[in-house]
Nanobody, 123 residues
Framework: QVQLVESGGGLVQAGGSLRLSCAASGRTFSDYFMGWFRQAPGKEREFVTTISGSGGTTAYADSVKGRFTISRDNAKNTVYLQMNSLKPEDTAVYYC????????????????WGKGTLVTVSS
């Protein structure tokens, strides 16, 4: 079992920044590809970004490319999401996700989820 706990959500004005953190426990953190998904009200959960176990490779949804940055600290069992130039359409619950030794291919391929943290971007 892997437990994931997100933090760092909140209310921010458009154009502002937030950094989300996700602390993991339970298994060897570096064995897991980590990522973030988000779900806006009335919409399906969607992929945001992911990072390999070593941290050497990342991928982003087109909607956040150039504005969001994912990183991880394997010594602290933590993955981060730096969000800059936030837009009202970024408003959503952000979920931390983990998959054992493989890239995500959608929400159904996630092995473990956090409970989510709400990000609200006001215009």
């Amino acid at each position: 079992q892997v437990q994931l706990v997100e933090s760092g959500g909140g209310l921010v004005q458009a154009g502002g920044s937030l950094r989300l953190s996700c602390a993991a426990s339970g298994r060897t953190f570096s064995d897991y590809f980590m990522g973030w998904f988000r779900q806006a009200p009335g919409k399906e959960r969607e992929f945001v970004t992911t990072i390999s176990g070593s941290g050497g490779t990342t991928a982003y949804a087109d909607s956040v490319k150039g504005r969001f940055t994912i990183s991880r600290d394997n010594a602290k069992n933590t993955v981060y999401l730096q969000m800059n130039s936030l837009k009202p359409e970024d408003t959503a619950v952000y979920y931390c996700a983990a998959r054992y030794n493989a890239w995500f291919k959608g929400p159904a391929t996630v092995n473990y989820w956090g409970k989510g943290t709400l990000v609200t971007v006001s215009s």
